[in-house]
């Protein structure tokens, strides 16, 4: 949370998950390039170490857009998203070792401008069969270096949210790039059919994981619709709600969580300002709202971050009525106080 | 001609880079404690960390400290529909 920045905001869990990465990515290249040389004897090292890094990035980038809808689909995956942006900065490096090698071996040795060289050595862009794929790979390498250099929490605060989000989702335009870089590299030099099949298999995956998730989340977005009464829009029985959980319904064209904190109701805004999470699939922590991806904690009732902190979201007036909430569809400015609506004398 | 193209942009990818290098520098270690309340006081790793972004993205951040201006607040459905 911002009361000051950080290089990284370090804990246990932050250690935990680097180190798994690090193992990871020791163990894949370390399999693959001793495999490799023992397979292929001709292959040369810096071969094998192009297609390692190339292969773990691609196997990586498939992990980073998996997290996001799995964790949507079932909140055990939620601990892989807290802290993705590590892996999606290790996943550029790798992507960095393969594309300098790459570099320094097909493009850095002559007399031509390496940059050049990429670009227009191979100049059939109208040919599909024989197109660069080198090109896609250097596109899509700048689109990771963009994600990874603006990953820091500093980005989201100069950037907001919304803006930082709508850049990082050029991922997936990084990864149809590394697909089509990767197949047509595959058809160009080896038409190796396994190879062929992993990539097909690894697109269908994330195509579906995507629907499927989509498809879940969007009833979620119809406008909620119910009595009103003093302005007040019926939302959900208190029982819906059970302790220190909330009921997200969307109210004024957004999603608002109605949390329940023993003996009382409280709304807020139920994007976190840090990275739009939501707050409504968290749950109260030592008396704040605690987001599920990431920690960050707002007050119920004033939708303000316990101090040293700053984030503020907005709230909304609630009521109680006969066991049943009912929410002012009019929000408060973020950080305002609404009076928690009581559960027990509610008439 | 294809050739002339890729050597002109491999100059203003140089170029372009160069400029962003030299303003992160400057922006790192003055400019970033000018924009957004919560730098001063970091410690030079946040500013490392920082700094390939700001090399990368530098006209926007170029604007804002020139500009004078604080971290922008988001504009939500419910902050737009809130009286502040």
Same mark, same amino acid.
């Given at each position: 949370m911002s009361a000051g920045y950080q290089a990284v905001l370090w804990n246990r869990q932050k250690k935990r998950y680097d180190l798994t990465i690090l193992a990871g990515i020791l163990l894949y290249i370390g399999l693959f390039v001793g495999l490799g040389a023992a397979l292929?004897?001709?292959?040369?090292p810096e071969t094998l170490i192009i297609r390692a890094f190339g292969t773990l990035a691609l196997l990586m980038l498939h992990v980073i857009l998996s997290v996001g809808p799995l964790a949507r689909l079932d909140r055990r995956f939620l601990p892989l998203l807290y802290n993705r942006r590590h892996l999606g900065v290790s996943m550029f490096l790798c992507a960095l070792v393969h594309g300098a090698f790459s570099m320094i071996q097909?493009?850095?040795?002559?007399?031509?401008n390496p940059l050049v060289s990429l670009l227009?050595?191979?100049? #059939?862009?109208?040919?599909?069969?024989?197109?660069?794929?080198q090109t896609l790979g250097f596109v899509a390498l700048g689109i990771l270096f963009l994600m990874a250099a603006t990953s820091h929490d500093f980005w989201l605060a100069n950037l907001s949210a919304p803006v930082w989000k709508a850049l990082h989702m050029l991922v997936y335009v990084a990864y149809l790039l590394l697909v089509l870089h990767v197949a047509l590299g595959i058809l160009q030099t080896e038409r190796n059919l396994v190879l062929i099949g992993l990539l097909v298999g690894g697109f269908g995956w994330i195509v579906t994981l995507h629907l499927v998730a989509g498809f879940r989340e969007k009833p979620g977005d119809a406008p909620h619709r119910g009595d009103v009464i003093d302005g007040y829009l019926h939302a959900c029985?208190?029982?819906d709600i059970k302790d220190k959980r909330a009921r997200i319904v969307c109210i004024s064209g957004e999603r608002v969580a109605i949390f329940r904190n023993g003996d009382t109701i409280s709304a807020v805004s139920?994007?976190? #300002?840090?990275?739009?999470?939501?707050?409504?699939e968290g749950r109260i922590v030592d008396g704040c709202i605690t987001?599920?991806?990431?920690g960050y904690q707002y007050e119920p009732e004033t939708g303000a971050s316990p101090p040293p902190f700053t984030e503020k979201i907005p709230t909304f007036n609630v009521r109680v009525v006969s066991g049943e909430v009912y929410v002012d569809p009019e929000p408060n400015p973020a950080g305002q106080r609404a009076e928690p609506a009581p559960i027990r004398g509610s008439s | 001609m294809l050739e002339q193209i890729a050597l002109w942009f491999s100059y203003a990818l140089v170029l372009y880079a160069a400029i962003g290098l030299l303003f992160a520098v400057a922006f790192v270690l003055v400019g970033v404690n000018r924009v957004d309340p919560?730098?001063?006081?970091?410690?030079p790793g946040f500013r490392v960390m920082i700094l390939p972004g700001v090399a990368a993205l530098w006209p926007l951040m170029l604007l804002r400290w020139a500009g004078g201006k604080q971290p922008p607040v988001e504009r939500s459905a419910h902050r737009r529909g809130s009286a502040g």
């Open positions: 292929r004897p001709e292959a040369t097909f493009h850095a040795l002559g007399d031509v227009a050595g191979n100049p #059939q862009y109208a040919s599909i069969s024989a197109f660069p794929f029985a208190v029982a139920n994007a976190c #300002q840090h990275q739009n999470g939501p707050l409504g987001c599920p991806w990431h | 919560a730098a001063p006081g970091s410690k």
